[in-house]
């Protein structure tokens, strides 16, 4: 199947310093990718869906200047969080869509922990 | 009421045994319904997609479907300690404007105990 790569797996910041997440497509273009964020023993919400090219657009009640995201090739897509605080800390997970199968199969990367002290 | 419901548990089972995990849903909409399974720290790894209404099988996997009951179920035969993890429904509908995000559950959080 095809992969999504996350980097870095993990990060820890002090609160008011902006933190960057890559998502990377390894062999596969993916024209949309999505931004997820996961608190503990909680569902996966969706944060923003990341087009190449394009604006990303954010689901309701997602800071767009504060979780900037840029989809610059068909193969990556960077969530940025700036300023980031404690309460921003948590899982954060990027999907992409190959395109090959008819209901737009989401592969997921492995996720990054992100706690901010 | 939210879109997707499931019980996030913890469920724990004993070797063998045989797991059901479900979901409701309001959206009649949702056409589209996957399983996906996540490891501790992981991303959520696709186990198993059905169209519509009906059932599907793979190995010791069983995804059912019954959309005029709004509820979807996985069946785990012969459980392992191996299949311990979260399982996250997840629909969708195919005529959503867009690229089809995906609605999730909770998720259930299943032992399976050797």
């Known amino acids: 199947g095809a992969v999504v790569s996350q980097h870095p797996s993990w990060v820890i910041c002090k609160s008011g310093t902006s933190v960057k997440i890559e998502c990377r497509s390894l062999?596969?273009?993916?024209?949309?990718m999505f931004w997820y964020r996961q608190f503990p023993k909680q569902s996966l919400m969706l944060m923003a869906t990341?087009?190449?090219?394009?604006?990303?657009?954010?689901e309701q009640g997602v800071e767009k200047d504060k979780f900037l995201i840029n989809h610059a090739s068909l193969t990556l897509s960077t969530l940025t969080v700036t300023s980031a605080h404690p309460e921003d800390s948590s899982f954060y997970i990027c999907?992409?869509?190959?395109?090959?199968?008819?209901?737009?199969?989401?592969?997921f990367g492995p996720g990054t922990r992100l706690t901010v002290l | 009421q939210k879109e997707v419901e499931q019980d996030p548990g913890p469920l724990s089972v004993p070797e063998g045994a045989i797991v059901s995990l479900n979901c409701t849903y309001s959206n009649s909409a949702f056409q589209y319904f996957m399983w996906y399974r996540q490891y501790s720290r992981k991303g959520p790894e696709l186990l198993m997609y059905?169209?519509?209404?009906g059932n599907k099988e793979d190995g010791r996997f069983t995804a059912q479907v019954d959309k005029s009951s709004k509820y979807i179920s996985l069946f785990i035969r012969d459980s392992q300690p191996s299949d311990s993890a979260t399982y996250l429904c997840a629909m969708s509908d195919p005529f959503y404007s867009g690229n089809t995000p995906l609605v999730f559950g909770k998720g259930t959080r299943l032992s399976v105990i050797a």
């Open positions: 062999d596969f273009q993916a024209t949309t």
């Open positions: 059905t169209y519509s209404s």
């Open positions: 990341s087009n190449e090219g394009s604006k990303a657009t954010y």
């Open positions: 999907s992409a869509i190959s395109g090959g199968s008819s209901y737009n199969e989401q592969f």
